[in-house]
T-cell receptor, first 113, second 116 residues
Framework: GEEVAQTPKHLVRGEGQKAKLYCAPI?????VFWYQQVLKNEFKFLIS????????ETGMPKERFSAKCLPNSPCSLEIQATKLEDSAVYFC???????????FGPGTRLTVL | AQKVTQAQTEISVVEKEDVTLDCVYE???????LFWYKQPPSGELVFLIR??????QNEISGRYSWNFQKSTSSFNFTITASQVVDSAVYFC?????????????FGTGTRLKVLA
């Protein structure tokens, strides 16, 4: 598509529950990025993919977070055993080249109660 | 290490005033890219401009203009004759080549409030 799509728009989970977020990048874009934004402040980089391969995962809290980009499927970001501090807006972005401008999806607001 | 500093946390102006948002960056890379994004109250992030390190020409797009100065490591953004619709958080970002990959670093953002 012409825009980055993210689902769901909102997600509410009890502490300890699993959360799964989805992202469909713009067609033709090889790179997908996930960011976490807390309280409309800075963007924390989580992970990036080049097609279905992990490109950079230096920002991922690996104990509970995992992500995938499989062929012919939306990319996903999964949080096992959510904690209160995981409450944030999670943005997905895609780009044609790794250093190009990134185009962002509308975000998924995760609220952990 | 790469860093992007947006020292202005929040700016308020009255409609029709000009306003400049500052962005100072640090990088050891000779090739890098600078960006500005706008995040309106609705929450989505909108790409505004990309500049590469080889091109110091200033750019103007309607009421928006950008001043890139390598000598001061700055990439400032000016809105002329501001409007209420310009109210948003503006992020400056840097993409530089570090340890075999391009790292994308965002500043902490400047919240612009344009009052009618």
């Amino acid at each position: 598509g012409e825009e980055v799509a993210q689902t769901p728009k909102h997600l509410v989970r009890g502490e300890g529950q699993k959360a799964k977020l989805y992202c469909a990048p713009i067609k033709g874009h090889s790179y997908v990025f996930w960011y976490q934004q807390v309280l409309k402040n800075e963007f924390k980089f989580l992970i990036s993919f080049q097609n279905e391969n992990v490109f950079d995962e230096t920002g991922m809290p690996k104990e509970r977070f995992s992500a995938k980009c499989l062929p012919n499927s939306p990319c996903s970001l999964e949080i096992q055993a959510t904690k209160l501090e995981d409450s944030a807006v999670y943005f997905c972005a895609s780009s044609q080249l790794q250093y190009n401008e990134q185009f962002f999806g509308p975000g998924t607001r995760l609220t952990v109660l | 290490a790469q860093k992007v500093t947006q020292a202005q946390t929040e700016i308020s102006v009255v409609e029709k005033e000009d306003v400049t948002l500052d962005c100072v960056y640090e990088t050891r890379d000779t090739t890098y890219y600078l960006f500005w994004y706008k995040q309106p109250p609705s929450g989505e992030l909108v790409f505004l401009i990309r500049r590469n390190s080889f091109d110091e020409q200033n750019e103007i797009s309607g009421r928006y203009s950008w001043n890139f100065q390598k000598s001061t490591s700055s990439f400032n953004f000016t809105i002329t004759a501001s409007q209420v619709v310009d109210s948003a958080v503006y992020f400056c970002a840097l993409s530089g080549y570090t340890s075999g990959t391009y790292k994308y670093i965002f500043g902490t953002g400047t919240r612009l409030k344009v009052l009618a």
